[in-house]
């Protein structure tokens, strides 16, 4: 079942953390079924993870379309599969507290497609796509198992917390070794 998983790329830049979850965005859905949208500029990196455009995914004109946003009234479910061929999600690096960035972002530009939520909490965006992926190939989202706020070491002395919701795939929080090294080197451990 091919399904379109449009990143509607909502930050200023495409930075480090972006790049990593991006990559590990096309390696879950394949190169083929990703899109990068509303992208300032054309970057190589993007094009070899995925189709890409510079125009808001609200301007393409598309067809059964679903909008994954926590302030959804909907959940997604696997019946959705059958009825969507885009799913599309902000590429937003999260805030805490959520500033409901997806509604003001993008959700509001697209009043007329239909939204579904993958709970209320925030998830990083690779996590958000492993849900969707999980959920259209027909497991219900309360039968999925997950872990919120994950605390990372990065060094003896140090942790930091990332309040979002992680999918825990054979018991252990699915993320990627990169973004733990990346938040090691940032902290300068």
């Not at 979850?21 to 300032?40: P, Q």
């Not at 805490?96 to 959700?107: F, S």
Request: aromatic share 10%; proline share 5%; net charge positive.
């Amino acid at each position: 079942m091919n399904k379109t998983f449009v990143i509607e790329h909502l930050e200023p830049t495409v930075g480090k953390w972006c790049k990593i979850e991006y990559a590990n965005i096309s390696k879950i859905v394949g190169k083929n079924n990703l899109m990068f949208t509303n992208l300032k500029k054309q970057t190589p990196f993007l094009k070899k993870l995925g189709k890409t455009s510079n125009k808001s995914v609200s301007k393409l004109n598309l067809n059964n379309v679903c909008i994954l946003d926590p302030e959804a009234k909907e959940i997604l479910t696997p019946k959705d599969a059958k009825k969507f061929d885009y799913f599309i999600f902000g590429g937003i690096l999260g805030d805490y507290p959520p500033k409901k960035r997806t509604k003001q972002e993008l959700t509001k530009f697209m009043p007329n497609v239909e939204k579904r939520n993958i709970g209320k909490r925030q998830f990083p965006t690779d996590n958000a796509v492993k849900v969707v992926q999980e959920i259209i190939n027909g497991k219900k989202f309360q039968d999925l198992k997950f872990k919120y706020k994950l605390t990372i070491r990065t060094s003896k002395f140090a942790e930091v917390t990332l309040p979002f919701n992680y999918l825990l795939v054979n018991n252990k929080p699915f993320i990627q070794d990169k973004i733990v090294t990346f938040l090691k080197r940032k902290r300068g451990l």
